[in-house]
């Protein structure tokens, strides 16, 4: 099978990689660069907890063609912890917003798309923030509370 | 066979090379192609790519808009030329869909997708074909016509459209139904009205019979009655999980009255 050589800014830094053709994003980001943050769900674009931003905007790396991202850069929750809404993480603890914690990567970034193009959301705002993730232990107030919570703490600095 | 991924500088070569092999799929957004590629379906071999810059553009028009066909919800949001277009791109999945799925995938979007298909027949858009043809949406959605999508122009509805979405769960939830309307008036009555159901079928379809109801009459309560009254026939609405074909029919009119009873 032909394999096709990508580059693209994972996380801050640069990889290189070979892709299958039709390879996921998802496959490539757990099997080929060895990040695990994103989880495999339903692998049909429904429970949202493969989403990993491309170029800031949300996306589902189950359904993105591992090609479309070469020469684009692509965050994971694996590295929030140095970007400036960190305080998500700590936020999402101290509000008891992870139960099984499946979802929880796939919250977190949608989360901080939402934190970044908007500082200050209401609730409303929040709950369309992460109407493409779903949260099977149904534990949506806790994660709901814990953005809010992040976002007026300016979700900027660790609080713990 | 393992699967190929080809990708074009121009949508016009795209499209020729997707003419040119009938087991290839032009890959777009990929919110409903890559599942396929996911689950291995093996009635395609080739993914056909275009890096052409025209696919994402929007630009505005003396009547209009026109969008490239990949030109996503996302986009069209953000765009202030498209702002008539917003309130159907916003109801289209969440975020992340929203973030990937384009103008032109959602005419092909098997049911229960397609709301966005359903406004662009409401509007009366066209699609300009990467070979140089035009044509109606509507023969597109049908499938009444092959070939790769280039752009489509969207004309901006005089007398605004008018669209809703059914659906069970807020904010993010697939469509019962939803239908796009435009309702334009001439000397106080109603003249060429166009009214689309999304839901009620194979794909999106218009609504012939309360399309008639409203020709030549004053938009008021008497001739609202008698479109709502119509609204379900001509559809062969189908069971599934979200609704039976029963429960459609009983509630279409109920709807496609509020929708025009209601500000536009």
């Known amino acids: ?160 | 066979m393992p699967l190929t991924v080809e990708t074009y500088p121009s949508v016009a070569e795209a499209g020729r090379a997707l003419a040119a092999a009938p087991t290839s799929r032009f890959f777009g957004g990929g919110t409903i192609l890559m599942r396929a590629v996911n689950d291995a379906d093996p009635s395609f071999d080739t993914l056909i790519r275009s890096t052409d810059p025209a696919l994402t553009a929007i630009r505005s028009q003396a009547d209009g808009v026109s969008l490239g066909a990949g030109v996503t919800m996302a986009m069209i949001l953000a765009h202030r030329d498209a702002a008539f277009l917003a309130p159907v791109a916003r109801v289209v999945g969440g975020p992340q869909v929203r973030a990937a799925a384009t103008v032109a995938g959602n005419l092909f979007a098997a049911r229960p997708y397609g709301d966005f298909a359903a406004a662009l027949m409401a509007l009366g858009a066209t699609a300009e074909m990467s070979d140089g043809r035009r044509q109606p949406v509507d023969d597109l959605v049908r499938g009444s016509a092959k070939g790769l999508v280039a752009t489509i122009t969207v004309p901006r509805p005089r007398d605004g459209l008018r669209f809703h979405k059914v659906s069970r769960v807020k904010p993010k939830g697939v469509s019962v139904m939803s239908i796009a309307a435009v309702v334009p008036g001439a000397g106080g009555r109603v003249a060429g009205a166009r009214i689309v159901f999304n839901g009620m079928g194979p794909q999106p379809q218009r609504a012939l019979a309360a399309e008639r109801a409203l020709e030549g009459e004053p938009l008021g309560p008497q001739s609202i009655m008698r479109a709502a009254a119509a609204a379900a026939d001509g559809f062969t609405p189908q069971d599934d999980a979200l609704a039976t074909a029963w429960y459609r029919s009983a509630v279409a009119g109920v709807h496609l009255r509020r929708l025009l009873e209601g500000p536009r």
């Open chain 1, 1 to 160: 099978m032909a394999r096709t050589p990508i580059e693209f800014t994972h996380n801050g830094e640069e990889k290189a990689v070979f892709v299958d053709a039709g390879q996921n994003l998802l496959d490539v980001l757990r099997r080929g660069v060895g990040d695990l943050t994103p989880k495999y769900g339903c692998g049909q674009g429904t429970c949202g907890a493969c989403t990993v931003m491309v170029d800031g905007a949300p996306r589902l790396s189950c359904l993105t063609l591992a090609q479309e991202v070469a020469g684009r850069s692509v965050d994971t929750v694996a590295g929030l912890a140095s970007r400036p809404h960190q305080a998500l993480q700590d936020s999402f603890m101290t509000h008891f917003a992870a139960q099984c914690g499946y979802c929880t990567p796939g919250m977190l970034m949608a989360a901080e798309t939402l934190l970044r193009a908007n500082p200050r959301p209401t609730r409303e705002e929040v709950v369309e923030a992460i109407s493409g993730n779903l949260c099977r232990c149904t534990g949506y107030e806790a994660i709901i509370k814990a953005i809010l919570s992040a976002a007026q703490s300016g979700g900027l600095l660790r609080t713990g």
